[in-house]
């Protein structure tokens, strides 16, 4: 289920992030969705992860395309999104 990045028609790539449903962090990934109504990204609030996370270089050829946080220990982890592109996140 792995999905590339795609070009619009101002050859801006969509972002990635991993799937939150993998057992290995970064086995498959998804494109980042936008919300039809607002434009925004999509965010899902309730589904989990079904990994533990673990930090990644960001020069890491199989990140290259993932979008990217620093966690309160300092270290890079990517985004997470479920099967719809929603990214997953907890407020």
């Known amino acids: 289920m792995s999905e590339n990045a795609i070009r619009d028609q101002n050859f801006v790539a969509s972002r990635l992030a991993v799937l939150n449903t993998d057992t290995v ?31 990644i270089d960001s020069e890491d050829e199989n ?10 220990d300092g270290l890079t982890y990517p985004w997470v999104a479920n099967a719809d592109g929603q990214v997953l996140i907890e407020r």
Not at 35 to 50: F, K, Q, R, Y
Not at 63 to 72: E, H, L, N, Q, W
């Open 63 to 72: 990140f290259k395309d993932c979008m990217m946080f620093v966690g309160s």
């Open 25 to 55: 962090q970064g086995t498959n990934l998804v494109r980042i969705t936008l919300d039809e109504n607002t434009g925004a990204m999509s965010v899902n609030e309730t589904d989990t992860i079904s990994f533990t996370m673990q930090p």
